[in-house]
Structure formats: C-alpha cells, structure tokens
C-alpha cells in the first residue's frame, strides 16, 4: 500500500461517525496520489461553487425525498438497472486506468443502458468506444488525460455527431494503441436522441432512470472514497481529490442512497459499482444528464428471425431479430422490399439466421444464411 494513503485514518474516521460503509485496501490506495487523482476527470469548481453545490446537497439529504414523479405518479422505492428482476440492462464495467476520461465512460454507460432498456433488450449488442468519444471529439476541444471533461458536451457530440462502436477505435490508456477514427465510421455509429438535464432533480432522475435508463452524474471525490469496499459511501474526509463522473443506474430509498457504476474495473467497491447517500458530494447538484433515446447504425450479426409482423401495404413489414427486438424491413423498392421480406420469412421457417445492416431500426441491408 502507497505510504501516502492513510487506510487507518479513514477506518476510525468511519467509526467515530454514524456511517457504516466498509473501507480496505483496494488498486487505488496502492497508488500513488498523483496516479489517484488521475483515475478522476472532472475539473473541480470553484471554492465558492463547491460550498454552494455541498449546501444543496445537504438539502437534499435532509429532506431525504420520496420517489415520486412530477405528474404525482409514484415511483417505486427502489429500483435498479443492474437488478431488474434478476436481468441486467446495464453494460459491464470497465477501466479508465491513467487517463482523466471518466466523462466518456459514465457518459457512454448511459447512452448503452438508454439503448438496452429502451428497447427492453437487456442482451443487445451495443459497446460504444469511449476512446472515440474522449480522445476523438474530447481532443477536438481541448479536452486531454490531465485536464478532463464534463457530460453535458460530451452527450452533445453524440446527439450531434454520433460515437462509433467499441471495435472501430478501442480505448487504451492514454490511446496507448495509437487508434484513430476509421473513415467508414458514421457507417457503424450510435446517436443519442433528446438530451435532458437532470442537475438538482431528484424525482426527475428518478423518474428518467424508470423511464429511460442511466444517467451521467458528477461528484466530488474526497480522499476516503478511494478506500470503498461497500455499503453505502457517505464522505468522512476533508480532502477534496477532484471531480468524476458516473452513470447513476438506480437508487434504493430505503437506504437513501443512489446506486452507481464507476470505471475502475471490476475490482473497486461492489464489483464496480458503489452506492452513495442522497445529497453526497454534489452526486445530484453539480451536473446530471441523460438521453431519452439511442438511434444505432450497425450490423446485426447473425442472429434468428423470432417474430414476424406484415400488414400486406405500403411497405410495412417488421421482424423481431434476437437481441435486437423489431426492425422494420425497408427497400427503396417494392421489388426490393418483397425479396427482403421473402428471405426473413424464409429464415424464420427453416430456423435460419440473417445479418442485416439497420440504420436507426430500418433494415437497408439483409443477408439470410
């Protein structure tokens, strides 16, 4: 363990307060401050800015809100996309390792959650490229390793120009690998679709979380935070680190708490997720953004014809892929419609696959096998 990480000190801190989240030895309290403070990525506000975000978020704790929606609807106490019936919509945890680009991970967790619980496809094969986003449209702003970035620009480019898929420009640290963005990209990209601010609304992140999926968040990270192991973080230390930026993925008011996925790797906290008390270290008052959709631009891979649905005019045919749900057949003719439409029925019946090429959920491109 690092010399300059005092595991003691956060342990009895713990224990002199009336938290009772657990505090070990993890990858970050080995490393240095200087490779800790690197696994952040958000630039800290001012002074003034952080009391008046902390004081918000005492409000917040204080009042300990009930889930309910705008509108009056309720919402149910506890939900959780990692844990929806047993099923998971939320995509597997992964590692920034030395470079300040947290707001491409949490920022890119939310657009896959958004595309998988949407479409109530928990299996569905979308894994975006942080490295796209970070060291791609990150870079063309200024945005590096050591100064980071925030989510509300960030999910602007992927409204407005669109991320690639994790196998065009795979992440590195420090894009280490020397990738860069193929030329045939825009042929295998994600939009996101209706960005909504959430900042300082907590029904509201509620209520996105039921109806759409995750959330980017940033909070403060004091140096305790480092030494998670589980149950519910609630902040013992002084020592502001920096800024980071999560996906929120559900929240439990029973233990007022949000549930998060971090990009640490498996390793850190409850299998790379943690949970953090309502109106802790400005996790709902500094910024929240989500999408209430996720157009996607990508070939299917083989999969089975599941369902079938054709109304006999104008063109309107659909087939249910697995893991991809209901495509609409498309067909810039009705000669090229019909043969499309010919082959799925085909596949279906002799239990056969077929790739197709979608864009936006219209079915351009079909090959039955």
Sequence with gaps: MAKDFDLA??????????????????????????????RLGVPLPSKAEVARLEKAGAKI?????????????????????????GVSYVAGVRNQLGCGSCVAFGSVAALEGTARWTRRMPNLDVDLSEAHLFYGWGASVGRTCDNGWFPEPALGFCTNRGVTFENEWPYSDGNS????????????RAKSVGVVTLTN??????????????VAACFIVYADFFA??????RRTSNDQRGGHCVAIVGYDD???????????????????????????????????????????RTWT????????????????AWAYLADHGWLRIGGTTQVAHTTMLTQVAASK??????NTYCDDGLVTTLYAL
């Design 301 to 316: 891979g083989n999969k089975a014809v599941v369902g079938l649905y054709a109304s006999g005019h104008d063109r309107n």
């Design 177 to 188: 690998n020397g990738r860069s963005l193929p030329a045939s990209w825009e042929s295998h």
């Design 228 to 233: 998670y192991r589980g149950g519910v973080y």
């Design 61 to 85: 704790e204080r009042a300990a809100l009930a889930a309910s929606a705008d509108d009056g609807v309720a919402l149910p106490a506890a939900f959780n996309l990692n844990n929806v019936g």
């Design 9 to 38: 000190a956060v342990k009895a801190d713990i224990e002199a307060s009336p938290f009772d989240w657990t505090a070990g030895e993890t990858a970050l309290t080995r490393m240095t401050e200087a490779e800790r403070d690197h």
């Design 254 to 296: 029973a233990q007022s708490a949000w549930i998060c996925k971090n990009s640490w790797g498996t390793g850190f906290g409850e299998g790379g997720f943690f949970r953090i008390g309502y109106g802790q270290c400005g996790i709902e008052t500094w910024q929240v953004v989500g999408v209430r959709g996720v157009n996607l």
């Design 201 to 214: 609304n907590v029904a509201g992140i509620k209520q996105h979380l039921n109806d759409y999926g995750p």
């Design 349 to 354: 019946t002799r239990n056969r696959p077929v």
